[in-house]
């Protein structure tokens, strides 16, 4: 029994080398994948770990990074007065359907996308959306053509 009080997330994935010798890993040597996955999340080395901060921080600078290329394209095409209505209106509807997702998340259990989309839609709803998701990079490049 003291063994199990040492064990977290990374102990159990280690010991868990039989599951995936079990399901036909198409690796050659097991061994040297399970070697590969200890260096991958070898406490020692990962002394920096995320955190709310940095976290935020690259979701900002992800938002950041994609408005800097598209507003001032977008105030091109409408005009300064027509892309600032343009501007606040995108922003409200996009915040009034962040807080409906939320109360989405908290009425259903479900605390991802995914989840709250399988809640309301079901099977189908979660299928649907991960095609969508899939695909959503080729019409945003089809547009841009």
Do not use: C
């Amino acid at each position: 029994m003291a063994a199990m009080e040492n064990l977290n997330e990374t102990s159990y994935i280690l010991d868990r080398r039989t599951y995936s010798e079990d399901r036909g890993s198409s690796i050659d040597s097991n061994e040297n994948a399970f070697d590969d996955m200890k260096q991958l999340i070898n406490e020692e080395e990962s002394g920096n770990k995320s955190s709310l901060p940095w976290a935020s921080f690259n979701f900002i600078n992800s938002i950041i990074g994609s408005g800097v290329i598209g507003i001032p394209y977008a105030f091109h095409e409408a005009g300064f007065f027509f892309g600032v209505f343009l501007l606040v209106f995108v922003a409200y509807i996009t915040d009034y359907s962040l807080i409906l997702m939320v109360k989405s998340g908290h009425i259903s259990g479900k605390f991802s996308y995914q989840g709250i989309m399988e809640a309301a839609f079901g099977r189908p709803g979660y299928i649907l959306l991960g095609v969508l998701q899939f695909f959503y990079p080729f019409i945003g490049e089809l547009v841009l053509k």
